[in-house]
C-alpha cells in the first residue's frame, strides 16, 4: 500500500509546482507579499525569543525531532482511523477536488466530534461532489444540509469560498497556506495549513486543540495555552516538528495522537509512542520514583530552571504541579467566562385542518448574527419574569399570521404538577444560554391562513424535520408534541426543565426525612386510641 501512495504524493508535489506560477498571477495588487524587511524582522524577533526560552520547553536536538517523528509516523500508519474524508484524499489524483475533500472535512470537523462529522460530511459529498456544485446550490440547501451540525456560519462561509474559486480563482484552490488564509472567507490558520499540507503537500505544521494538548505535555508547558506568547511558541514547535516528506500524513497523525491517546481526562500513555519523548510523563514516573524510595523531590536538569525571570512557559507558581492528575496538569487554560444568559417567549402556531394536513408557521432569521438564515418558530425577547411576554408574542404572532384569537395562546406547562408548572427549554449557544418559554396555539375552526408576509412560511410536520432548522427549535417542537390532554411527559433535564423543578433526594435523605417526620394517623381507630 505504501508504494502507490507515494507515488501519488510524488505526482501532487510535481502537479502543485506547476500550477505554483498560476495561482500567483491571480492575487491582486492589494494583496502582495510582505516585504523582505518586514519578513526579516519577524524572522529576528522569533529568534530572539528562541533564545530566551529555557531548552526544557524546546526541540534542540536534531535528533530528538528526527524520532519524533518517526515515532508518530509509524504509528499512525498502524493505528489511523479509516475515515471518509481521508479515503478520498489519499486517492484523489485532481489537486482541487482533493483540496476541496479535505476543505470540507477540516470546516466540519471544527469544535464537533468525528463521530458525528462522518454521517453529515457523506451527504454533503454525495451532493456536492466539486466545487462548482457547491458554489451553484442556494444558502438554503446549505443550511437544509448543516441543520444539526451547529455553528452555522462554518456552512455559509464555506460555500462563500467555494464560489470565491470558481467565480474570481479561474476554479482553482490556492495551494499554500498564506494564500489559502488569505484569499478564502473563512478559511484561519489551522484550516489554511491543514489544507496545504494534506492537498498539497506543503511543510507547514498546523495547531489545533488536539494538537495544543500533545505539544503542551511532550514539553511541560504549563501556562495558559490561548496566550498569545503561548500560542506563537506552539505554532513554532508544530512548524520545527513536520516532516517535510509526509507533512499531511504528520499533521493528522498528531491530531490523531490527541484524539485517541492523549486525550483530555483519561491519557493512555502506555499506548503513546512518543512518551520517551514526554516531558510531561518523564515528571510522572519520576514523581512515583522519589515516592517509592521516600526521597524528598528537588530539581534537577530535567526542571525547567530560568536563572533569569520567571519562565513565561511555565505554570504560574499559584498553580503548583498536582500529582495527583499526573500528565493532565497539562495543558492549563484560562477559566472560561460563563455564557450570556438571554430568555425568549417562542410560539408552535399551528393549523391542525390545513388543506394537505397540519401545518405549522416558520419564520426565517436575519441573514446575519446568530443562526443566520435559519428558520424558527416566531418568538420575542422576555425578561426572566415573563412580564408582558404573552402581548408582546401574540403582536409577533400577528404580524406574520394576521388577526388571531388571543384566548387560544397558551404557555406550555405540566398539568401533572400544582400548581401548573410552565416548561422551559434551555439550549446553549457557543457564548450564549438561551432559554425558551414556550407558547402553542392552534387555529381550530378557523379558515386556514394561506398568504404569509416574505420570510414566514407554513410547513407540514414531515416538512419541518428536514428544513433548515437550529437543534433548539427542534426541542421546542419535542415540547409542543408532548403537550396532549391528559398526558404528562417527560423529558431530558439538558432540553427541558420547570423553574420549581427539584432534585430527588438521595437514599440517605429520605431515610432521615421519614425517621423525623411526624406520625399521621390514618383511621378512626387510631385517632381513638391517641386520644386516650
Known amino acids: 500500500m505504501k508504494k502507490p501512495q507515494a507515488a501519488v504524493r510524488s505526482r501532487l508535489r510535481k502537479q502543485a509546482s506547476r500550477q505554483e506560477g498560476s495561482e500567483k498571477r491571480v492575487l491582486s495588487s492589494s494583496q502582495v507579499k510582505p516585504s523582505t524587511a518586514a519578513a526579516g524582522l519577524a524572522k529576528r524577533q522569533e529568534a530572539a525569543w528562541q533564545a530566551s526560552v529555557s531548552s526544557y520547553h524546546l526541540f534542540r536536538d536534531t535528533a530528538e525531532v528526527m524520532a519524533f517523528r518517526e515515532n508518530l509516523l509509524n504509528w499512525y500508519d ?55 456544485d457547491l458554489a451553484g446550490a442556494s444558502l438554503e440547501e446549505v443550511n437544509q444540509l448543516w441543520a444539526g451540525l451547529g455553528y452555522y456560519s462554518r456552512g455559509r462561509r464555506l460555500q462563500q469560498g467555494a464560489r470565491k474559486v470558481v467565480e474570481e480563482l479561474g476554479g482553482h484552490v490556492p495551494h499554500t497556506a498564506e494564500t489559502l488564509q488569505r484569499l478564502l472567507p473563512g478559511v484561519g490558520r489551522y484550516t489554511a495549513g491543514a489544507i496545504a499540507s494534506i492537498a498539497f503537500g506543503q511543510a507547514t505544521g498546523v ?53 485517541l491517546v492523549c486525550t483530555p481526562q483519561h491519557p493512555h500513555c502506555s499506548q503513546c509512542p512518543v512518551r520517551s519523548l514526554c516531558r510531561a510523563y518523564q515528571k510522572v514516573e519520576r514523581g512515583k520514583l522519589l515516592a517509592s524510595q521516600s526521597l524528598p523531590g528537588s530539581p534537577d536538569v530535567e526542571e525547567c530552571a530560568s536563572s533569569t525571570e520567571l519562565c513565561q512557559l511555565c505554570a504560574h507558581p499559584t498553580e503548583p504541579w498536582d500529582q495527583t492528575l499526573g500528565v493532565t496538569n497539562f495543558p492549563r487554560k484560562a477559566s472560561r467566562k460563563p ?41 420575542v425577547t422576555a425578561e426572566a419574569s415573563g412580564r408582558c411576554q404573552r402581548e408582546a408574542l401574540l403582536q409577533e404572532l400577528q404580524s406574520w399570521a394576521g388577526p388571531l384569537p388571543a384566548s387560544h395562546l397558551q404557555h406550555l406547562g405540566q398539568a401533572c404538577f400544582s ?76 432540553q427541558v426543565s420547570t423553574p420549581s423543578s427539584r432534585k430527588k433526594p438521595s437514599p440517605g435523605q429520605q431515610l432521615l426525612d421519614s425517621f423525623f417526620r411526624p406520625l399521621i394517623p390514618t383511621d378512626s381507630s387510631n385517632l381513638n386510641s391517641m386520644a386516650q
Not at 511541560?220 to 514547535?237: E, K, N, P
Request: with cysteine; aromatic share 8%; proline share 6%.
Open 419 to 494: 400548581p401548573l408548572t410552565f416548561l422551559q427549554v434551555v439550549h446553549t449557544f457557543s457564548h450564549i444560554k438561551l432559554t425558551y418559554q414556550v407558547y402553542g396555539l392552534a387555529l381550530e375552526g378557523q379558515t386556514p391562513v394561506t398568504i404569509v408576509p416574505p420570510g414566514a412560511r407554513w410547513l407540514t410536520r414531515e416538512e419541518f424535520h428536514t428544513a433548515a432548522i437550529s437543534t433548539a427549535m427542534k426541542k421546542v417542537f419535542r415540547v409542543y408534541e408532548g403537550q396532549q390532554p391528559g398526558i404528562c411527559k417527560g423529558s431530558k433535564r439538558s
Open 339 to 379: 455564557p450570556r444568559e438571554e430568555c425568549s417567549a417562542i410560539c408552535v402556531l399551528e393549523q391542525p385542518r390545513a388543506l394537505g394536513g397540519p401545518q405549522i408557521l416558520l419564520v426565517q432569521r436575519p441573514s446575519s448574527g446568530l443562526l443566520a438564515g435559519l428558520w424558527e418558530f416566531p418568538s
Open 207 to 259: 495547531v489545533d486543540g488536539n494538537v495544543i494538548r500533545v505539544l503542551c505535555r511532550v514539553r511541560a508547558i504549563g501556562a495558559d495555552s490561548s496566550s498569545t506568547l503561548v500560542s506563537q511558541h506552539l505554532w513554532g514547535l508544530a512548524q520545527q516538528l513536520v516532516d517535510p516528506a509526509r507533512p499531511g500524513d504528520f499533521n493528522q497523525a498528531a491530531m490523531e495522537l490527541g484524539a
Open 78 to 132: 498502524r493505528e489511523k482511523r479509516d475515515l471518509p474524508w481521508r479515503r478520498l484524499a489519499e486517492g484523489e489524483v485532481d489537486l482541487d477536488r482533493r483540496a476541496y475533500a479535505v476543505w470540507v472535512s477540516e470546516v466540519m470537523l471544527q469544535q464537533t466530534q468525528v463521530a458525528t462529522v462522518i454521517d453529515y460530511y457523506t451527504r454533503w459529498m454525495q451532493k456536492w461532489p466539486t466545487l462548482q
